[in-house]
């Protein structure tokens, strides 16, 4: 018996040999297709060409204390203050003018010098400079910014074609897959790592247009606006963001999806700027607990809390109530998906949207409108340094006042807030009314736009806002 115990241990263990050079053989073979690579060094060899360094300049303003040990605007007490000589009111020093610089990277998508990269990283910048990966420098211009997305078209004007990338389908993206980021992490160029898709469909910051890529492949300051690619070398991906504690990398990245990038590039590079559709409904999140209520099978898709009046959803027949569960084919798993795809949907195009009312599945056709998406934005200046109030208003129709139960007649709705805007350090939150702007009253949003230009050369505005039934005046620095 031991012999025979023996003799099959034996064997088992030339089996499991046999297998195992078997599953290698196969890794092999499929690494030298690309599937599976062994190392990633021949696509970084590749595609590093493609990834530029972005720098920018911008000259701020900031208080200057005639003894140079005292940081500026520090608060000192009186007798101190007589004793350096300095004003008796912090913040009354004089103005010197200083060279504020930052790092970011981007990524060439045409070989006559388009170059995509993050808003974030040049929107007020007054000078753009863009290294090449040949270490030629560059003075590149604004074709178009979309804060909305993070996603903005620079342009150079290279001596020769330039190697660029190629997009891929992010919608084919799946969670697990391998991706290779490419960028400049704290100025370093050149710097390539790798990880897989974490997860897809994440909503950061309370981002308009969410519907991110998460990855643990290592993103770090400076990798903003560098690409992140498949195997395939396709760009799948314009690294973003990430989650740190410590400003540095803990595995936790972003990036937009490349079908959002290449349609925002697609608009900029026609008409520099962004045209959105508009369903025109409220939504939330489906829970454990509501998927129970709605007679759903699991918790999906978005749940529909109000219908605008007069938006292409009222007129196509969705009612509060309905969850959306499908758009134009694709799976809404989550709620925070369905905004991105409306806003990338072409004005005019019928969408068919797939819900469930009343426990039962129904298809629905809409024929999707144009988002009037009226930012207050202060008239710019030729070097790009002006500052958006960061706010979407919409106007209060008598049906949407009886659906907010507000008793207000005239004023215009805050329907959308960017996060660290001036409006969202001054308080204002989505929902409110504004009434008045610099003591005028506000109706339509043309009168709006109107205010704002009279008050471009102010360093703040004032605004009458309603919340909850009550009024109150806020001031938002412009910072000009």
């Known amino acids: 018996m031991a012999h025979v115990i023996h003799f099959r241990k034996h064997s088992l263990f030339m089996i499991s040999f046999i297998l195992m050079g078997l599953a290698l053989t196969v890794?092999?073979?499929?690494?030298?297709?690309?599937?599976?690579?062994?190392?990633?060094?021949?696509?970084?060899?590749?595609?590093?060409?493609?990834?530029?360094?972005?720098?920018?300049?911008?000259?701020?303003?900031?208080?200057?204390?005639?003894?140079?040990?005292?940081p500026d605007e520090m608060e000192i007490p009186e007798p101190f203050r007589r004793f350096f000589g300095l004003p008796d009111t912090p913040g009354q020093s004089p103005k010197r003018k200083m060279e504020r610089t930052?790092?970011?990277?981007?990524?060439?998508?045409?070989?006559?010098?388009?170059?995509?990269?993050?808003?974030?990283?040049?929107?007020?910048?007054?000078?753009?400079?863009?290294?090449?990966?040949?270490?030629?420098?560059?003075?590149?211009?604004?074709?178009?910014?979309?804060?909305?997305?993070?996603?903005?078209?620079?342009?150079?004007?290279?001596?020769?074609?330039?190697?660029?990338?190629?997009?891929?389908?992010?919608?084919?993206?799946?969670?697990?897959?391998?991706?290779?980021?490419?960028?400049?992490?704290?100025?370093?160029?050149?710097?390539?790592?790798?990880?897989?898709v974490s997860a897809k469909g994440r909503s950061i910051n309370n981002a308009s247009y969410g519907n991110f890529i998460q990855t643990d492949a290592s993103i770090n300051p400076g990798n903003s606006g560098g690409p992140l690619f498949n195997l395939n070398g396709e760009m799948v991906g314009l690294n973003t963001a990430i989650f740190s504690r410590t400003g540095g990398n803990i595995g936790i990245?972003?990036?937009?999806?490349?079908?959002?990038?290449?349609?925002?590039?697609?608009?900029?590079?026609?008409?520099?700027?962004?045209?959105?559709?508009?369903?025109?409904?409220?939504i939330q999140q489906v829970t454990a607990d509501l998927a129970d209520n709605f007679n759903l099978e699991r918790p999906i898709g978005a749940l529909v809390g109000q219908v605008v009046p007069d938006s292409p959803a009222e007129k196509?027949?969705?009612?509060?109530?309905?969850?959306?569960?499908?758009?134009?084919?694709?799976?809404?798993?989550?709620?925070?998906?369905?905004?991105?795809?409306?806003?990338?949907?072409?004005?005019?195009?019928?969408?068919?949207?797939?819900?469930?009312?009343?426990?039962?599945?129904?298809?629905?056709?809409?024929?999707?409108?144009?988002?009037?998406?009226?930012?207050?934005?202060?008239?710019?200046?030729?070097?790009?340094?002006?500052?958006?109030l960061g706010i979407t208003v919409q106007e209060l129709t008598p049906k949407l006042a009886e659906s907010l139960e507000t008793e207000v007649d005239h004023g215009l709705i805050v329907s959308d807030v960017e996060p660290e805007s001036a409006a969202a350090e001054a308080g204002i939150r989505r929902g409110d009314i504004i009434l008045e702007i610099n003591r005028e009253k506000v109706e339509k949003v043309a009168q709006y736009i109107k205010a704002l230009q009279a008050a471009q050369e102010k360093k703040s505005i004032l605004l009458l806002i309603q919340r909850d039934q009550n009024t109150r005046f806020v001031v938002i620095e412009t910072d000009k």
């Open 102 to 196: 930052s790092l970011g990277s981007g990524v060439i998508v045409t070989a006559d010098g388009y170059i995509l990269t993050n808003n974030h990283v040049v929107e007020d910048a007054d000078e753009i400079h863009v290294t090449l990966s040949t270490f030629e420098e560059y003075e590149a211009t604004i074709v178009g910014r979309d804060p909305k997305s993070d996603v903005a078209l620079i342009k150079i004007k290279p001596k020769n074609d330039l190697p660029f990338a190629v997009f891929g389908n992010s919608d084919e993206l799946r969670v697990g897959e391998w991706v290779l980021a490419i960028g400049n992490p704290f100025g370093l160029q050149k710097t390539v790592t790798a990880g897989i």
């Open 253 to 282: 990245g972003f990036a937009i999806p490349v079908n959002m990038a290449k349609n925002v590039f697609a608009q900029l590079k026609e008409n520099g700027k962004v045209t959105r559709g508009w369903l025109g409904v409220m």
């Open 27 to 70: 890794f092999s073979v499929r690494s030298a297709s690309g599937a599976v690579p062994l190392d990633f060094a021949d696509l970084a060899e590749k595609l590093s060409p493609t990834v530029v360094n972005v720098y920018t300049t911008q000259t701020v303003e900031v208080s200057s204390s005639p003894h140079q040990f005292l």
């Open 316 to 388: 196509a027949g969705l009612k509060a109530g309905d969850v959306i569960i499908s758009y134009n084919g694709k799976e809404v798993s989550q709620m925070t998906m369905l905004p991105a795809m409306v806003a990338n949907t072409d004005v005019g195009e019928k969408a068919k949207l797939v819900l469930i009312r009343d426990g039962e599945r129904q298809t629905i056709t809409v024929e999707i409108g144009m988002l009037e998406d009226e930012e207050a934005v202060l008239a710019g200046t030729e070097t790009g340094t002006s500052k958006k």
